[in-house]
């Protein structure tokens, strides 16, 4: 009875300790790897990084197998890491514990996909779904997580209702049910419910009365109820989740002291309440107080010659307390 005991214990600790879901970004989670930064480099390789690093610091493990990754999501109940390939086609999925040149678990590629310039991913493990900016076909798509070679997706969005041009990034809110899509190309950030398919209008088009022009990602915080858009003008906007049509931003980032520098794909700290974001241009790594404003300077920096960091485009992290 006490072994039992012990053991069930033991099981709940686990268990209360694990993520149940899984994009950029995320919820705590117990493993070896927790606590990192994961960082897409557009020319490879995908580099490592602990969380706290700074400075010209050297990538705790490097996967060399990867290249023209785009767009990357770590899936921390699976223990897999997803990368899009843009000029590719293809998404590429390692275990989470990959270093150097490491055999991909599963490549995503082929007529069948419908991949085209794939863009944001985010991982939806409660679904076991996959889905993906598939910006070149102007489409959402949705595959299944354990989806594998040339397979069709299980469903996709697109047409001319939900108004895609050039679709950059998407984000999973489970919470509420929706996916939240960066529209590069038509100037918005639209919103559908998770299970949209075919040519279907967008529950919510937010343009931030011309507050970005052209958005590039997109982080959906149901947490605090936020969303955080990039403008390609080296701006970070914040609006109210449900925010709609014109609806104003709540907070921004940009200045000289942010050294913002083309930002790519984000990620949310939520544990420690941080925002991680990828400068591809200047190829840093600059961590905010996710609460920072306006013309604030970074509370980190990964930048120098050690980094290997060349001209990354997405981050995802794994926090743990």
Known sequence: MKQKLIFLISFLL??????????????????????EIYVGELSG??????????GDVAPKRTITSV?????????????????????????????????????????????????????GIAVDTTNNLVY????????????SRTANGDTAPIRSISGAFTTFNLPWDVALDLTNNEI????????????????????????????????????????????????????PNDILRIFPRTANATA???????GAATTLSTPGFAAVDYIHDELITPQSASGQILTFDRTAADNTAP??????AATLLVSPKSVAVTPCN
Do not use: K, M
Not at 132 to 143: D, I, M, P
Not at 248 to 254: F, G, I, N, S
């Open 67 to 119: 290249t023209d990754i785009q767009g990357i999501a770590v899936d921390t109940v699976n223990g897999e890491i997803w990368t899009t390939q843009n000029s590719g086609h293809s998404i590429t999925v390692y275990s989470r514990s990959a270093n150097g040149a490491a055999t991909p678990l599963r490549t995503i590629v082929g007529a069948s996909t419908t991949l085209n310039g794939p863009a």
């Open 132 to 143: 993906v900016a598939n910006g070149g076909a102007h489409s959402v798509l949705v595959f």
């Open 248 to 254: 104003a931003y709540t907070r921004q980032l940009t």
């Open 180 to 231: 939240i899509i960066a529209n590069f190309g038509n100037g918005s950030v639209d919103s559908f419910p998770s299970s949209a398919s075919g040519d279907v209008s967008p529950s919510r088009t937010l343009t931030g009365a011309g507050a970005f022009g052209s958005p590039l990602t997109v982080i959906v915080d149901p947490t605090n109820n936020e969303i955080i858009a990039t403008d």
């Open 299 to 304: 509370i980190r920096t990964i930048s120098g």
């Open 45 to 54: 390789p995908l580099l490592v990084f602990s969380r706290t690093d700074t």
């Open 14 to 35: 686990f268990t209360a300790c694990s993520d149940s879901s899984s994009s950029r970004s995320r919820s705590p989670t117990a493993s070896p790897y927790c606590n």
